[in-house]
């Protein structure tokens, strides 16, 4: 191999390197937001159903004053 052509392999690896570490820190912070989604999600599912009973109990109460 001459050393042109080990230079140019060398230049591509290290630049793999790079977009690979760039990748891995993209994974992370993707990890991180999908993780507070689900937290959001989560939440946001608890009070939709929290307010779901309180509306059926708040009929039920307005049914039986009718």
């Known amino acids: 191999m001459s050393d042109k052509e080990f230079l140019d392999l060398e230049v591509q ?17 993707l990890l991180k937001k999908n993780k507070e989604l689900s ?7 608890e ?4 307010s779901a009973k309180k509306i059926e109990k708040l009929i039920k109460a307005l049914k039986k004053e009718s």
């Open 39 to 45: 937290i959001k999600e989560q939440t946001l599912s």
């Open 47 to 50: 009070t939709l159903t929290s």
């Open 13 to 29: 690896v290290k630049s793999l390197i790079k977009l690979s570490q760039q990748l891995k820190e993209s994974n992370v912070h």
